[in-house]
């Protein structure tokens, strides 16, 4: 579906994309996710025509995005951020004009934009002028106009941006059902917990280069082994502590009362075979848990660039 090799694109000295390379493939809902200025917003500016890069190719269904523009707006749709001011526009008015800028008049135009507008929840709303709309109803007329012309590749920028948290369930559940329609969907948002239940892929862009890339069962897989293990001991800690400091999956260690917060890159398997191996070193083990994780959890991991260090207890911890 989507190829992107190599794409550069610098605004003076500041390199807003480094040799990002990503694939998106059909059938996808593809979260994009990234700190502030990691060149989000600059890739999507590319992906949809209206920025062109320095270096690098960008390709949609085998067709090259940069050298054929025109086919490539054919292939995509696109919601912004913002929605725009159209005064004066009715609601069926401001379909039928985006419907004209891809060939589709008369009753065939009425049909499609009648379609999506019930589909979005705005089919009572035709005769409303636009700038009238509530935030949540304009977003819903951005999504319907930008599939107007049936897209493969649909684009969305902080969609969900500004909306209170009912419009914004509503609006992912039409995200959703979309994608189970068929659609291959790219969305950039900084709402990471919405994008670990909506979407079947993430990746993880920071300093213009796509740093973590994957489905959402090995990003859970990898966050899960970001997590610290807490393990609670019974009286004293000084074989368990020896054990530790020579594991080789253990990275740090913390040390409160009676617990150890060990910060451990082991999978499950390798979880069961520390706490064997404690047990047969006579470390009385009362509790053995991996902390739960999240997608924030490995987005701050690492989009962080401070170098990890070990850490023996919380008070040496907070006096850094």
Not at 4 to 31: C, F, P, V, W
Not at 108 to 133: N, S
Not at 136 to 148: D, E, S
Request: net charge negative; charged share 25%.
């Amino acid at each position: 579906m989507l190829k992107i090799q190599n794409l550069r694109k610098t605004y003076g000295n500041y390199h807003a994309l480094d040799g990002l390379d990503m694939e998106i493939a059909d059938g996808s809902l593809y979260g994009f996710v990234g700190p502030n200025g990691a060149g989000k917003t600059t890739t999507i500016k590319i992906m949809t025509g209206l920025l062109l890069p320095d270096v690098g190719r960008v390709e949609i269904d085998g067709i090259d995005a940069l050298t054929e523009p025109y086919r490539l707006k054919e292939k995509i749709g696109y919601v912004p951020d913002y929605f725009g001011v159209y005064d004066n526009l009715k609601v069926w008015e401001y379909m039928e004009f985006f419907a004209s800028c891809y060939g589709l008049e008369g009753l065939k135009a009425r049909k499609r934009f009648q379609i999506l507008l019930d589909q979005v929840g705005l089919g009572d709303k035709e005769d409303f002028f636009v700038d009238g709309l509530s935030r949540g109803m304009k977003q819903r007329l951005c999504l319907a106009r930008a599939l107007i012309h049936d897209p493969s590749l649909l684009i969305m920028d902080e969609p969900t941006s500004g909306l209170d948290p009912r419009t914004r369930l509503e609006f992912r559940d039409t995200v959703q059902e979309l994608h189970e329609q068929g659609k291959t969907i790219l969305i950039s948002s900084h709402i990471l917990s919405e994008l670990s239940e909506l979407c079947t892929d993430i990746g993880i862009i920071d300093a213009g280069r796509l740093i973590v890339s994957g489905s959402i069962a090995e990003i859970t897989d990898r966050i899960h082994t970001s997590k610290p293990v807490i393990i609670t001991i019974f009286g004293d800690k000084t074989a368990a502590m020896k054990l530790l400091k020579e594991h080789r999956l253990v990275q740090t260690i913390t040390v409160k009362d009676d617990s150890i917060m060990v910060g451990f890159t082991g999978n499950a398997k390798q979880e069961s075979e520390l706490l064997a191996q404690l047990v047969g070193a006579g470390v009385p083990v009362r509790g053995f848990v991996r902390e739960p994780g999240n997608l924030e959890a490995i987005f701050m991991q690492i989009t962080n660039h401070k170098e990890e260090r070990v850490v023996l207890s919380y008070e040496d911890e907070s006096g850094l």
